[in-house]
Antibody
Framework: QVQLVQSGAEVKKPGASVKVSCRASGYTFTGYYMHWVRQAPGHGLEWMGWISPKSGDTSYAQKFQGRVTMTRDTSIRSAYMELSGLRSDDTAVYYC??????????WGQGTLVTVSS | SSELTQDPAVSVALGQIVRITCQGDSLRNFYASWYRQKPGQAPVLVIYGENNRPSGIPDRFSGSSSGNTASLIITGAQAEDEADYYCNSRDTSGKLYVFGSGTKVTVL
């Protein structure tokens, strides 16, 4: 069965960077794009960007351009989202989600990133 | 515009029909997907494309689209359908994605 397993919770100071991982299993990793979505406490879902695990091509939401980097390691079937210049309003749960040519059909369990001094 | 607009909240009596709408310019060209999210859980895809349900989603969930508005319809709402619902689609450029603001559904 398809599974996306994310790395554990992180606590970071303002200005630092965080890198969240997403390990895929149960399907051909390079056959499906991967989205990253975040949700701040008490707020809605926010699309951040996506990566092609096959080519490494990326597209980022304008809001995160210059601060986010999405990468992948096909040898271990993992996708990564790194966010730099962290601020308190980056405190959120970060999700990876598999792309089904548009819909996000499988989601990771989420990774809580807390930004606090 | 890259925005998708949803009503913040809607309520429905147990067993009745509820329609959740999502408006945006990009919906004239792209289908919406719909996600259900319960507190403390990851979102779950419930409807995608013209009107497709992933395996395991009850057939009381359906979708429709007209012009710049996509709808998620729950026919015969159950207590377990109480959740936040989000629409999602490509933006007007077709290259990026955007989520709606979400609708909280309360089953009375």
């Amino acid at each position: 069965q398809v599974q996306l397993v994310q790395s554990g919770a992180e606590v970071k100071k303002p200005g630092a960077s965080v890198k969240v991982s997403c390990r895929a299993s149960g399907y051909t990793f390079t056959g499906y794009y991967m989205h990253w979505v975040r949700q701040a406490p008490g707020h809605g879902l926010e699309w951040m960007g996506w990566i092609s695990p096959k080519s490494g091509d990326t597209s980022y939401a304008q809001k995160f351009q210059g601060r986010v980097t999405m990468t992948r390691d096909t040898s271990i079937r993992s996708a990564y989202m790194e966010l730099s210049g962290l601020r308190s309003d980056d405190t959120a749960v970060y999700y990876c989600a598999r792309d089904l040519r548009g819909p996000h059909d499988y989601w990771g369990q989420g990774t809580l990133v807390t930004v606090s001094s | 515009s890259s925005e998708l607009t949803q009503d913040p909240a809607v309520s429905v009596a147990l067993g009745q029909i509820v329609r959740i709408t999502c408006q945006g310019d990009s919906l004239r060209n792209f289908y919406a997907s719909w996600y259900r999210q319960k507190p403390g859980q990851a979102p779950v895809l419930v409807i995608y494309g013209e009107n497709n349900r992933p395996s395991g989603i009850p057939d009381r969930f359906s979708g429709s689209s007209s012009g710049n508005t996509a709808s998620l319809i729950i026919t015969g709402a159950q207590a377990e359908d109480e959740a936040d619902y989000y629409c999602n689609s490509r933006d007007t450029s077709g290259k990026l994605y955007v989520f709606g603001s979400g609708t909280k559904v309360t089953v009375l």
